[in-house]
């Protein structure tokens, strides 16, 4: 009987010992593991790509096992498709564009601001004015959508406007060029490519009257 009872221990501490070896192996595989992490960040010039790869530098920095991958993309509605269709785990996206149903979580990295800019001179004091103008803006992303939607606000459609420009370098260009009558963007406050247009040109900043009504 003794005997048996031995045996049982024996074979007790077996098994606590391969499950304690088994526990420390799994700590060891999980800490050597690279976890990889794909976010689609918009522009390379874009403030959200730049905080993104700033972000990207303090996560591998401190954390070894995980790798950042940044994915350049169009704007808001290519990057918010990308999460949907699963080739990104992450997005940064426009808060005033819905996301789809793949979205779990959301954060927010910084305030954008609606900035409209004309020259010193134009007749534009207002978004109304804006009617039968040419916007420096590519038609494209949720920068373009804003665009539309405070244009529905004042009574206005995407037939009573021009456009110049397929991204934000050549809409700028299309502006300073005298090709365009007012550029609209949806950027941060400070953001280096509107601090270069006011540099270069002279040119005024237009309110947009009723704003605080559309961002409720």
Known sequence: MKLRVNRIVELGMVALSLAILGFILFLVY?????????I????????????????????ERHNRGVRVTLLETGGTVESLRML??????????QADVPAGASARMMAILYDDTVQLITRRD???LSFSDMAGTTVAMSKNGGQYQTFLRIAE???LHESDFHFAGASDAEADQAFLSGNA??????RALGSPAIQRLVQLGKVRFVGIAQGAAMKI
């Open 30 to 38: 999980e800490q050597s593991k690279v976890r990889r992490v794909t």
């Open 84 to 93: 949907e269709q699963g080739q990104a785990s992450m997005a940064a996206a």
């Open 153 to 155: 606000h004042f009574g």
């Open 122 to 124: 134009s007749p534009i």
């Open 40 to 59: 689609a960040a918009g522009s390379p010039t874009g403030e959200s790509y730049i905080m993104c790869a700033a972000l990207r530098t303090v996560v």
């Open 181 to 186: 009558d007012a550029v609209f963007r949806v």
